[in-house]
């Protein structure tokens, strides 16, 4: 398949993405200057942002990674969250703040931040890329958000359609034709 002909829906170009980094990192730094700031990145969908996100924090910040999984190749949660890898850092002094590409149903989010809490943080908060407030199973709004978006299916940047499109630098919608 040639990505360069494609003519999808862009919801988040290349340059709203970076504009947003950047104010997420300055938001980031001053919520959590003189804290120990660790960043728990759920894997696979958030590695993308994640990475440039850390890049914008001008506070030290140790990363530590999960992988959950709840969609498997779907386009939608199973409802049932799997923790495959935990982090094996001891939280107990830090902040931890908990990056994913997505919230939509927040089971994810909402197992993740609990099954972390039990480990004894001095603080937990979650930002997202993402978020579609409109398909929420929970109640949970991310602390830090990227971008509120519609209810529709969305890759790109770190998100993925059966493992393909996490390269593509820009969010898009992926239509019928491309499924």
């Known amino acids: 398949m040639d990505i360069e002909s494609k003519k999808w829906e862009v919801l988040c170009s290349?340059?709203?993405?970076?504009?947003?980094?950047?104010?997420?990192?300055?938001?980031?730094?001053?919520d959590y200057k003189?804290?120990?700031?660790?960043?728990?990145?759920l894997l696979k969908g958030s590695f993308i942002f994640c990475a440039d996100l850390v890049r914008t924090i001008k506070v030290p910040v140790k990363i530590e990674f999960m992988t959950t999984s709840s969609y498997g190749?779907?386009?939608?949660?199973s409802g049932k969250i799997n923790v495959l890898s935990d982090i094996n850092a001891d939280l107990e002094g830090y902040d931890v703040l908990i990056v994913d590409d997505i919230t939509d149903t927040a089971l994810t989010?909402?197992?993740?931040?609990?099954?972390?809490?039990?480990?004894?943080?001095?603080?937990?908060?979650?930002?997202?890329?993402?978020?579609?407030?409109?398909?929420?199973?929970?109640?949970?709004?991310?602390?830090?958000?990227?971008?509120?978006?519609?209810?529709?299916?969305?890759?790109g940047y770190g998100l993925n359609f059966g493992d393909y499109y996490r390269n593509i630098p820009y969010v898009f919608n992926v239509t019928d034709e491309d499924r």
């Open 34 to 41: 003189d804290k120990k700031l660790m960043v728990v990145s």
């Open 14 to 30: 290349e340059e709203q993405i970076a504009e947003r980094l950047k104010e997420l990192g300055e938001q980031i730094t001053e």
């Open 109 to 155: 989010m909402n197992h993740v931040m609990n099954h972390l809490k039990a480990k004894n943080p001095a603080s937990i908060k979650c930002c997202v890329l993402l978020d579609k407030p409109s398909r929420r199973k929970v109640e949970l709004v991310p602390d830090y958000c990227g971008f509120t978006i519609e209810d529709k299916f969305v890759v």
């Open 73 to 77: 190749h779907g386009e939608n949660s």
